[in-house]
């Protein structure tokens, strides 16, 4: 049975329907959460909009092919696909196309019932403010909880964050805002709470630069930006993932304990980890852009995509070095790497232990920690030990917590993981903050961003092969940064 929720009927509002989140994670999150039992499909409606228009079925075929049928789903893709349905706009700024929206909605609602509205904007942030405006004017009902989800980025740089803040203030409370990052949706990047605050002193003794000499965060992925240069080429790798996606990782690796598990006591510790990283310069940061592939036609340069302009020097790839001004973290750096069109695909933070200062074992590979994204969800600590067997032979040994692989039993995987949008949207319609961003955090994590961005975004970036490891000029960059990464 779905959880009671104190709503008899709930509408989300999909915009940028037609668009690439929107067919890879917010209807599959929103079917998910059906076919779980999350939520009642019968007491749900589902309206995608956008500028896109849609010929008979072609919306709800489209929004299908993402679909994955469930065993023992409480309800079958079609049974969802019915509650779906699709609104075109004229544009976004068109306030008109938000009239035929409300009604359009207003049709769904059952009379004299309680209904939640939630909007969800999946589109560039350059369209936030119109629509967001719109939303209250012509869609927003008094006396009916209504709530908005926004994307990231917020903003393209810190004052773009607080003109968009501004204008959001001006019409809706904090409590109906929701600026969604799926990272702090991910168990990954959240299980690194009860890794430091747990059980685990050898870790959260450790956890500092008194014995770590670096902090990695790679994220790669094997395709590029095909069809999302309307997006990406405005806002580059940079303000893409790093700004936001794996500096929400780096914040929960880095803070201070929280005085509690409270949404406002963990907002509180965020904040002041991120107020604490010292803006990151330019000379800090290497950009690069993929190239065709040279023996797979299929991956065209970044530049080929028809929806990028032919001269755009867009980072799809990016490596930043960080410092935080703190107690715990003055000197190691936070090496920040993330591309597109690589080799495989892989998301992971590494802690970097120093060899100590007396080793008996001067060649023994010292530590790392890992806690893993993709390709599996996984922790990995390494250790130094002897290899079994004649002489005395160091070697590096992992220890690994394989969550994708883990049976049951072994009472690390409930039997239902929600994806990260799953747990996001649910948490979104019940009225949890605990792990949206607040305004004042919003703001703050591009001070630390912003010269990097505008100290780079006109540079030429470096070339790389589609389907290589990035570009060649960054073995020196790092060498000359951040030389204890091994
Ligand atoms: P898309 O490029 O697919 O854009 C979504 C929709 O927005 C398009 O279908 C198009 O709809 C409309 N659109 C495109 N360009 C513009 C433009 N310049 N001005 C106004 N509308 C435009 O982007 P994504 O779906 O990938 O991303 C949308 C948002 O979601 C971004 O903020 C992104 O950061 C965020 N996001 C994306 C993820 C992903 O994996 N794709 C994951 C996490 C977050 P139409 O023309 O029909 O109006
Ligand atoms: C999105 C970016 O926010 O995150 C995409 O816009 C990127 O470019 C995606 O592919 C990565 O998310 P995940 O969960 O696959 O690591």
């Not at 890794?195 to 395709?223: D, M, Q, Y």
């Not at 914040?251 to 949404?263: D, T, Y």
């Not at 792990?435 to 540079?459: C, H, L, M, Q, Y």
């Not at 470096?462 to 990035?470: I, K, L, R, S, V």
Request: hydrophobic share 35%.
């Amino acid at each position: 049975m779905a959880p009671s929720l104190p709503f008899d009927h709930v509408t989300i509002a999909v915009f940028g329907a037609s668009g690439d989140l929107a067919k890879k994670m917010t209807y599959p999150a929103i079917y998910s959460l059906v076919a779980n039992g999350m939520l009642d499909v019968n007491k749900l409606h589902v309206v995608g909009t956008a500028r896109s228009s849609y010929e008979g079925s072609e919306f709800q075929d489209k929004i299908k092919k993402g679909l994955k049928e469930k065993k023992d789903a409480k309800a079958s893709i079609s049974d969802f696909i019915s509650r779906c349905s699709y609104v075109s706009l004229k544009g976004y700024e068109d306030t008109e196309s938000y009239s035929k929206l409300d009604a359009a909605i207003r049709k769904l609602e059952p009379e004299g019932k309680k209904s939640l509205r939630l909007f969800y904007i999946a589109l560039p942030p350059s369209a936030f403010e119109d629509v967001s405006g719109n939303i209250k004017k012509k869609c927003w009902p008094e006396g009916q909880t209504n709530r908005l989800i926004v994307e990231k980025p917020y903003g393209k740089d810190e004052a773009s964050a607080k003109k968009l803040s501004k204008h959001l203030e001006s019409l809706f409370s904090e409590d109906e805002l929701y600026r969604i990052d799926h990272y702090l949706g991910k168990d990954t990047v959240k299980t690194i709470l009860p890794l430091r605050f747990g059980g685990n002193p050898h870790l959260s003794s450790t956890w500092s630069r008194e014995h770590v000499s670096a902090v990695t965060i790679n994220f790669k992925e094997e395709f590029g930006a095909e069809g999302r240069g309307g997006y990406f080429d405005e806002f580059g790798m940079i303000r893409d993932v790093m700004q936001n996606h794996l500096m929400q990782w780096i914040v929960l690796l880095g803070m201070e304990p929280p005085k509690s598990l409270s949404a406002d006591d963990i907002h509180e510790a965020k904040l002041k980890f991120i107020s604490d990283c010292k803006p990151i310069v330019p000379e800090d940061v290497l950009v690069a852009q993929y190239e065709a592939s040279k023996s797979d036609k299929e991956k065209k340069a970044y530049k080929d995509d028809e929806t990028v302009k032919n001269d755009s020097k867009a980072a799809t790839f990016a490596t930043a070095v960080m410092y935080v001004n703190n107690e715990r973290w003055r000197g190691v750096p936070f090496v920040i790497r993330a591309g597109k069109a690589l080799d495989e695909t892989r998301a992971e933070v590494t802690l970097h232990y120093k060899t100590p200062a007396k080793a008996l074992f001067p060649t023994a590979t010292p530590s790392t920690f890992t806690v893993r994204d993709h390709p599996e969800k996984s922790h990995t600590l390494t250790l130094s030990t002897k290899q079994v067997g004649e002489g005395f032979s160091i070697v590096s040994a992992p220890l690994v917590v394989d969550f994708d692989h883990a049976s049951p039993s072994a009472s690390v995987k409930a039997s239902y993981v929600p994806s990260a949008y799953e747990t996001l949207i649910f948490e979104a319609i019940t009225g949890d903050h605990t792990w949206f961003i607040p305004r004042a955090e919003a703001e703050a994590g591009w001070r630390v961003w912003d010269k990097a961005i505008s100290g780079t975004e006109n540079r030429t970036p470096f070339a790389y092969e589609y389907g290589g490891q990035g570009p060649k000029e960054e073995k020196e960059f790092l060498k000359q940064r951040a030389h204890d990464v091994h």
